[in-house]
């Protein structure tokens, strides 16, 4: 039986599967996009009524992973801690929220992109999640606690999977970022 923390853990890794897909064709792309966009959602409904603990555990769980699911997602990018935007980052489309860039990559052959920012704290996800939808972003499913928060949002021209952990050593902002 899947407990309410690994159905949260498998629709936020659908989520970041989904932003590799720019390779594929984009009838695939749709459908995926759409089947992720249905899973989180079913999720978040799901996970509503469930209590706090469990919901901490499972952010918990996809913030320390979110590292190693940019190599998947992003097929290889390199993250870097340089402080500064990767080339090609569609700044005019996708705000990032205040804060200090702290590096970022770019996946291969346009497969999109990956900024990190240092936030001032975990609540900034919701002015990171309106800054998104007044740029025309859909949001397709949001979750936050005291600790981390996740969301995926989409709009005419990009995806982007956003989640915000706080690691002990501040908050970081990540910003997951494709071509729609």
Not at 36 to 63: F, N, P, T
Not at 89 to 111: A, I, M, R
Request: aromatic letters at 4%; one cysteine or more; glycine letters at 14%.
């Amino acid at each position: 039986m899947r407990t309410p923390t690994r159905t949260l853990i498998a629709a936020v890794a659908a989520g970041i599967a989904l932003a590799g897909l720019s390779g594929c064709s984009s009838d695939a792309v749709q459908q995926a996009t759409d089947l992720g966009s249905s899973v989180a959602s079913s999720v978040a409904e799901g996970v509503q009524g469930i209590d706090g603990k469990a919901i901490q555990d499972g952010m918990a769980s996809v913030a320390g992973g979110i590292d190693g699911a940019l190599d998947t997602a992003l097929k290889g990018a390199n993250v870097t801690s340089d402080g500064k935007v990767p080339d090609g980052f569609p700044t005019k489309d996708v705000p990032l929220v205040d804060g200090t860039v702290l590096g970022g990559g770019t996946g291969p052959n346009g497969s999109g992109w990956v900024v990190q920012v240092r936030a001032a704290s975990v609540d900034d996800f919701q002015t990171a999640a309106q800054q998104l939808t007044d740029a025309g972003f859909t949001e397709s499913a949001k979750r936050a606690d005291s600790t981390s928060a996740f969301g995926m949002f989409r709009s005419d021209a990009h995806r982007v999977v956003l989640t915000f952990s706080d690691g002990g050593e501040g908050v970081t902002a990540t910003y997951i970022v494709t071509s729609r």
